[in-house]
């Protein structure tokens, strides 16, 4: 019996980048693997010759309902970029019971981690206290910690609950938070057998003093978090936005933390680069982070332990038990942006 | 029956710095409270007045011997200041079964909390990169995060497990870390029922991503870490200079420090405050810190509570619960320096 | 628009059993609920009337390929019984995009916590030190201590890592065990990632001082631990059966349980009931529990809970949140016989 | 200069109990070691011939005033059999400075574990239905599962919150239970610190669906839980007798607990070894240990561990860090009787 054909198309990730030498061998060790290598996509000549043998395409290449057709063996779509984008026939591909996988899950812990070192970063002032240092202004002891607040026992609140804050959960759990949590799409029940607190987007905003962002970008929440609700801010507290810039309206948020009624932190921006007069640069009360919170090189390399992991398994006939299935009832309503591109590269 | 005294001299304390006005009141329920307020220690004519009918002192009044054979009725002596002075002869205490009690575990968490955050700062650049962003150098996503890594699993290690220690282990367990513990007056027995694995200092230094120094300063540790010991640490680890400054070599540390071979932050240093152009200020992989991490308004303020916790239950006849019993055995040992005279207020 | 149809056919279970008065109304609100309460399943003339509307369908409803052909807007098959009975057309419904749901979920927090008391019963011999009492022939303290161990610090094992493991992984945390890991579904990197040991049956079994069987009976597991296997357990130490029988071989596991050179526990048996003169009901060290780990009250409402919370999602083109999706790989591997009918009613 | 010497006087402990051979050597290692072994006391002659030099005692020796006079050099007290006897006079010990120390903890964590399994057995009647198979009349799952419930979520009670309570609460912390807490001498912010809930003896037995009795005997709580306070425990809710028997009013809470209102569990009882006609024998709904929960071989060898520990610690000069140091306010308010002789063997 012929060994199964991999088609490889991992760009705009490239394979040094995502696999160590020993994934990359447990690959292809799995079967043939068409590998494209280099800038852009895998030419469409070498995906139509091997497309009919494919059992796996790890990658983004484009595929049309007229190329699915085509891809009779084909089992699983494995998407290493982050975004699923409407470049494939989603519909179809359920259709064919062709399983759309994602690596959302190999930058939770690392955004997790994160997004707590902000949490108390921003609770602390330790960014902002480590400039004042370097600008020989610093407060000794008690001189510069009015509003500091302990971790331990504050009300937190989390806007979306799906791999992140899965996993930023239990990093929290020393702290003896209640957390509040807003998420249409996780039922109360669900929220409560994780200790959670069922609540809306305004109770979550007002009752929390370490609000964390953690929901993807979907066309019900985009710009959901206005001035309005950045209002119900309580003065002091803490707003962290880890996961996607659009779910805030921007320009209500730099003017709701431009004076430092709250504490701010956000891994995240409209446009990035952000241009280089752009007034948050200098945001005395928010801590800046240009997308670094997921792409940390033990992320990129848990992305080819897990494609090898579930490559081997679905080439077994077991399901995937690392990457992410895709919902055929979502996959279409999560939103990209041109904006979020470059984004997608490295988070 | 006439009721108890309580002599309150908290200089260089305020009241109102350590005491809600709820645990005053409960203070005052509990006898008849002489109190100092302002600046500068308790009038010598009103202690020795009040010193043959005191139950309990509270704060860093001078009780040289002649002092403590006159107080007769004395169950307690409370300093509110953070370091054992030689101002109090300790040997005649113990004799007299006088307790001596520190508040110590009022800023443990606090610390905790901070050294956690400084441990994922240094570990992911937070601060470092929040400068460069705002300097306009920021890189974007796995363009700024070399070197960069997870909490998630590294080997830690913590010089020194006294309560700061116990504060700082709960919050790690979340990381599933093997934390390696130098500290010669913990028995290995006591580590392991911790979960941790005793070592040398070397070893703690050698084999750890993230150590953490915990330690109060004794007549042994002084200058115990040198250039030889912070050679030991892997490049690219973390070290974390938390309790006090005189266990480093300070010059050793600037020295080794200055060139991002490995990455540090301290929130302590020899002479505070530390000069204008002193060259740790442009430290580019070092978080400063100026002696924030402990002195924070709540920190404060459960000193007030546990010293009306303790008081009312030695005016009980009930062994306190919440401060720090000092050791007769170590009292004398644990050494404070002028240099740490501004430490010892807002720590 | 007309409202979304479901079919309610949950024989063996019943609506009481499953649904609280609560759910059942908030199931009630999402459509038309066509409820089939009483013995047995639903008439085949009303599933037949209802079916080309039903979105959804509750129940054990034989679904063969003609039936699916005429569901035309079903969305998904939600299996309240526990087990997944060919008498559904997986493959068609797969192809179909209908979500087959199962509620594994429900069973799993039950059955973790009585496998956690089981094992401290082992270590402790609880159970067989209260028959001694009620005998006369107690030992007081250490006399009847020989063996006792405690579970901090014990090597464990899991023989399976599915939703059950899941459940019973944070509550043996604070033991901090090192746990081994046998599961062939589950690759090496997905255990690390839950701090667990990847290792054989034959390594799990050997190195434990306590072994949890977890798996669910699959064709590659049946009678998976015989003699051989048995005979690496360390004498003293504990084993625990809590998932399903058809995993051993009985007879070597009673044979090799009978002389009490392990501890022993089962929850479940190949026949059920047992015969009455079944020579396991006088086995010394071994704890026997009637299939009673799942079937509490808590975990049958849960039940009703979950499919009330997911119909909700399915029925607004949501993906389902709290009940466990078939996996088309997967779903025919899984097995139950007839001796495990009994069980699935009630664990 | 002459080695310290060393008096080791353990009955009613042997040494072969409480000593590994490695730690037995490492003892021996730190003085002279003048050891009684076999049974009763060491002979007067001899402990007053070496009294004069003894740097340590570990045992029980009577040791009045005039002994301690004698004892010129002594330092410490190590009372290795659990309870503290007016067999010396500790007054004289505290005002000379000598510490008397405890093993306490040595069996906190064996009870701790041993009662968080009684706790899932009493939740769940693992005991109840074991004892029901043997006999024939098992239930299968359902049917013999009214009234189990889940300890996730549970409202939980602690009387008394010392360093029994201290091993306890990681134990429970993954059920996620609100723990309210009886304690008079603990303050209620020590309290809100560990995350527990401060109550009155009635609250705690009244709101709590698992109560854990897990005090010491003092002057004041013996016979604290009579037939008024065992009647506020809500029906189906369980009670569970970990500590000591004299807390309860025996009589109410064999009568309380005889039709199985609620569900119980003991480790001890008033009289050991029980009368073999005690009709608590046949309470269907208790869960009868004969004071096993301590005695386990592990806490024995650790009193060898940490006596051997501590005694290094001390001759260097430097505090105990692993057994209990008595409290002088409480020493004598700690209350043994002659029904207790035997318990303080084996706990």
Redesign the interface.
Known sequence: MSQPVIIFDPSPRSRE?IFSAEDWKRLNSLGRVISHEGAGRMDDALVDEYLPQASLIIGQTDLPAERLERAEPLRAIINVEGNFYPNVDYKIA????IRVLGIGPAFS??VA??A???A??A?????R???A??A?R?????????G?????GADMGFVGFGHLGRSLL??L????PTIRVFDP??????LREH?LVPDSLEGVLSKSKVTFVLAGVTEENYGMIGAEQLALIPGGAAFLLMSRAPIVDWDAFLEASREGRFRAATDVFPQ???S?DDPV??HDHM????????????A?L?IG??VA??A???LS???P??LQSA????VARLRSTPGQQ??T???
């Not at 919902?327 to 979502?330: A, D, V």
């Open positions: 980048l359920f259709a064919r019971g812990l690392p981690e994160m707590l070192g902000m108390i970063d609770a602390r002032g330790i960014t206290a480590d400039r240092f370097r020989g610093e407060g000794y002891g008690k001189a510069d910690n009015a500091s607040f302990l971790l331990t239990p990093l759990q020393p702290f003896r799409w996780v039922p109360p029940g669900a200790g990035e680069p952000v280089p640069r200098r801590i800046l982070s240009a997308h670094r919170a997921g792409g940390i090189k033990e990129f848990r332990e897990m992991d579930d081997g398994l679905l006939g077991l399901p038990a690392r919902h055929p009832e979502t470059h984004t590269e490295t988070k």
